[in-house]
């Protein structure tokens, strides 16, 4: 496979990061390590900035290769850790599934009908639907008298947590959870429906498309063309607990296609019918309807798809902090490990890991894999346990190459820390977990300090005030990187009211 060298990283084309060297330049210099003294000094200096008046604020640094902590601030203090909690759920699903672990997709007849059968699959687009049906039309099939079978019974029915927040749930990083799903696009937002926006003529409505094509949602189209150069004042939002998507505002004549994601209101129905339009264009007839139910066991498969593996998946789920996938693998650990594809045996799963690779996971709590709940709990100190524990482990190249890199600008290698510390030490040097939510904001990870030395960190910061301090982390992790004559200062200032993962409002 053909490779290409970029700021001291070596890619495969297939956009999995290979080996990172980023300090060779700094360990070539012989640049002495800073003093703890100095550290202590300098990362106090950071962390007395006035939006962290009254805020808990956790921070830890250490040596990655002996543990020794080289600077404490209140890091066994419990805190809302965002989509930090993702280090903890990843690190368990590589334990425990496997880097190899792939999901299947199968399609079986019997007694009359067609059973599509699911484990979760992420990577399901409408192409792999369509593929599973040309591989049924292959079969000699070309009508089923009975009806087209929903099995999602490798996991639960339960689609949501209850500790998120209801007005979450119409927006795609909050998506219901099924063993069948579909992903509108190339980074697997599953469990999601594009809305795609064009404008007509000044005056005249939108131009509203669904992709996939589904009839799972029904379109209220109320926006209108604006003239050309007018601000968008667009909107599209799923009416919570329906399937209606109304749209609403104005869209500038002449602009660019507008593409907008909303959640399915039942993923399950989703995957079917996108499955059952697939059949048709193949020319398989079904005369039932789509119904849910397990498959029998005498049923006969036809086809069985396999997954692209963990390893692969990772990119997307970790680079752009994909919570669907999150919450996915969960429920997939709970069928590995005792056989119940529910949220509970899953976290149970995760902490019981976690309990064996050094976390004191009297310490943590887990209410779900992503994060997206406020009442997930865990210390700066148990992260960095968890970022320790990883390197022994025999997967660790591959994940932690799945990690956001800062100020890499490919979304699939800089991820949420693509535009972050560009032009800074810490830039293709530094691999960490971002984590946002309302007053919630942490960053933790890996960085090579001037001297070549490897280093792990968490930054947690609850309750501050205004915007999320994103400056505040990145100006630690480049002191990290760069040594006490790094550009500390000249990191940007965050903008204000960033409350989510830029990847969730498709930002960044």
Known sequence: MRKLVKRGLILTLA????????????AA???????????????????????????SVGLIVRDAQSGAVLYDHDSSTQETPGSNNKLQTSTAAFGLLGSDYRFHTKVAVGNGNLYLKGTGDPTMRAQEYDALAAAVAAKGVTK??????????????????????????????AAGISALTVAPDDVY????????????????????????PTSVIKIDNEAVTGAAGSASTLSVDRVNGTNVVKVTGSYPAGGAESDHLTTAPDPTMYAADVFRDALEAHGVEVDGTITEAATPSTAKVLTDRASIPLSQIAVPWLKLSNNPITETVVKAIGRKVSGKGTWDAGLAGVTAYLKNHGVDTSQIKL????????????TPQQITNVLRSARSQSWFDTWYNALPIAGEPDPLVGGTLASRMTG???????????????????????????????????????????GAPKDIEDKIAVRLAGGPT?????????????????????SC
């Open 486 to 506: 790094a550009a500390v200062n000249a990191v940007r200032r965050a903008p204000s009211g960033q409350n989510l993962e830029c990847s969730w409002t498709r």
């Open 424 to 466: 800074t030490p810490a830039a293709g040097n530094l691999h960490g977990k971002t984590g946002t939510l309302t007053g919630v904001s942490a960053l933790s990870g890996y960085v090579t300090d001037p001297n070549g030395e490897k280093l792990i960190f968490s930054s947690m910061f609850n309750g501050y005030q205004g």
């Open 189 to 212: 937002d599953i469990g999601s429906i594009g809305v795609d926006i064009t404008p007509g003529a000044a005056g005249e409505p939108v131009k509203v498309a669904v992709s996939p």
């Open 367 to 378: 209410t779900d894999g992503s994060g997206l709940a406020a009442t997930n709990k865990t």
């Open 15 to 26: 956009g999995v990061l290979v080996s990172a060297s980023p300090a060779a330049a700094g």
């Open 29 to 55: 210099t012989g640049t002495a390590r800073p003093s703890s003294d100095d550290l202590k000094t300098d990362l106090d200096q950071i962390l007395s900035d006035s939006r962290l008046n009254g805020a």
């Open 144 to 173: 089923v008298s009975g009806n087209l079978v929903a099995d999602d019974t490798w996991f639960d029915a339960e689609r949501t947590r209850p500790d998120w927040d209801p007005s979450d749930l119409p927006y795609s990083y």
